[in-house]
């Protein structure tokens, strides 16, 4: 392969990308961490787009013809619910899929917005599927994030149904924490952390101002220390057990 | 888990094989045993009133399992023995889709009365997924459905009162039943569960549901007794909505 000529720089989510080694992206193809297959492409249209902070990338309803998945960035996936509020169903970090969901529906049936600028890869929705039907290896590995995507409804619902405000905040920060160690995103025991208090709200079905009383607890208790845009995890175990 | 094997093939028979996954799974045949083209492994059991599966015991999923008669739910565990309800399985559901991927499962079952599973063959029924598009797609939208369900259930649970909270459980049970052509009357559908169990599926206090259903009753909306509901009045019921998706 002739780098000098095709060569693009790998993105944050390249190292934790649910297609890594899957032979599915021509990105992958072109910074050379994968080899290219049999004519040199991937055999899925596809393309990169780019998208500024606060601003939608899906909208709730829209008709699906891509499968998208998040190159740099962070996003959330929200659903405008009646009275004027907002469910955040989940935030989305470098490497993950948008939703799993868009794989086999025709119309999107949340929102997908952007909490930083992102950039993200789209595939064509019918020649993604074909793929996966096409190799038991790719249907796996999607199957396994899909199912990751199942119990993250399954910790909502036992959220909102049983948690206090400390177990659900506890436990969103946890599961962010986790998800970011094991794509090697921690760095002197610190993750990188965009989310504003009305981002957790809107994930926890809180006030901003409990969000705010939790968040000073768990800072008066030396849990963490938020400081500008970084979370530092000062007791994780003791934070883990705030989380039940 | 705590089942009982059962021998005889029930699938002839089944009232929701074709309202339900199975119908893309297993053919119609008109003897007492799968036709030979039918090369799933499927293992029939019975269990009375309890939990049958138990969440993180490992390699209990051979397979996922199919609730072919009866009534049960998943529900989350936490170490202080609190619970919650995260799904309903009626006669016809998968324990979960997922458990095709899942061998260990990260929930538990108990049955609200007797009920018989079938567990199906993982193998089987992966090949036949690789070789059918039509079952491929079949399950992919199985997925979607499943997650859309858990989704709409963390939405009804931000209902304010615990009246509507229980109105949302209800319809979309209702709505569940209605699909596979599960009812014991035009209004009156099979709900048996106790008032604790309903508890435990909304994030209420059975105090607060005991309060609710009798107003629910009192103002001609619904009524849960004796292990049903009855809609006494189809345009209150569909019109307590206050919190659908927009």
Redo the contacts between chains.
């Keep these: 392969m002739n780098n000098s000529k095709t060569y693009s720089p790998p993105r944050s989510g390249c190292d934790s990308c649910i297609l890594d080694g899957l032979g599915l992206c021509n990105l992958a193809i072109d910074c050379g961490r994968e080899r290219p297959p049999k004519g040199g492409r991937a055999n899925i249209t596809q393309g990169e787009k780019t998208q500024n902070a606060k601003r939608t990338i899906f909208s709730q309803n829209e008709p699906v013809e891509t499968v998208a998945i998040l190159c740099d960035g962070w996003a959330a996936s929200t659903?405008?619910?009646?009275?004027g509020?907002k469910?955040i169903?989940s935030f989305l970090l470098p490497g993950e899929m948008l939703t799993?969901?868009a794989?086999?529906?025709s119309g999107r049936?949340?929102s997908t917005e952007a909490i930083t600028p992102v950039s993200y890869r789209v595939f064509d929705q019918s020649q993604f599927?074909n793929a996966?039907?096409a190799s038991?290896n790719i249907?796996?590995r999607i199957?396994?994030g899909?199912?990751e995507?199942?119990?993250r409804?399954?910790?909502?619902?036992?959220d909102?149904?049983?948690r206090s405000a400390t177990e659900r905040i506890a436990r969103l920060l946890l599961d962010i924490w986790t998800r970011l160690e094991k794509s090697g995103k921690v760095k002197d025991n610190s993750i990188a952390f965009p989310l504003r208090q009305t981002h957790i709200a809107d994930a926890t079905?809180l006030t901003n101002v409990y969000v705010g009383k939790v968040l000073t607890a768990f800072r008066n208790e030396r849990l963490i220390s938020i400081t500008g845009r970084t979370l530092t995890m000062l007791d994780i175990d003791k934070l883990r057990r705030q989380a039940? | 888990m705590n089942f009982e094997k059962q021998l005889a093939w029930p699938c002839r028979d089944c009232s929701v094989r074709d309202s339900s996954f199975c119908r893309n799974l297993i053919d119609r045949s008109p003897s007492d045993s799968p036709s030979p083209q039918n090369q799933l492994s499927q293992i029939f059991m019975r269990a009375n009133k309890h939990e049958v599966v138990r969440e993180n015991k490992e390699r209990q999923f051979s397979g996922p399992f199919v609730l072919c008669k009866g009534w049960a739910y998943r529900f989350y565990r936490f170490p202080d023995g609190r619970r919650q309800i995260l799904s309903v399985l009626i006669p016809g559901d998968l324990f979960s889709a997922f458990s095709l991927y899942s061998p260990n499962p990260n929930f538990s079952v108990q049955s609200a009365t007797e009920i018989s599973v079938c567990q199906m063959g993982r193998d089987g029924i992966k090949q036949k997924l690789t070789e059918n598009a039509t079952l491929f797609e079949a399950f992919g939208r199985l997925c979607s459905s499943e997650i859309a369900d858990l989704t709409s259930t963390s939405i009804g649970l931000r209902h304010g009162s615990a009246a509507s909270r229980i109105t949302d459980f209800v319809q979309r049970l209702v709505k569940r039943m209605s699909a596979r052509g599960i009812r014991i009357s035009a209004n009156v559908f099979p709900l048996p569960f106790t008032q604790t169990d309903i508890a435990d599926a909304t994030g209420l206090s059975p105090e607060q549901v005991a309060d609710a259903i009798h107003d629910l009753r009192k103002n001609g909306v619904i009524d849960l007794s004796n292990d049903e509901v009855t809609v006494l009045d189809a345009a209150k019921f569909e019109y307590c909505e206050p919190f659908s998706v927009s």
């Design positions: 659903l405008r619910i009646s009275k509020r469910q169903l799993f969901r794989l086999f529906e049936y949340h599927r996966m039907f038991q249907f796996d199957m396994a899909y199912s995507e199942r119990c409804a399954d910790q909502m619902i036992v909102l149904g049983q079905g039940a």
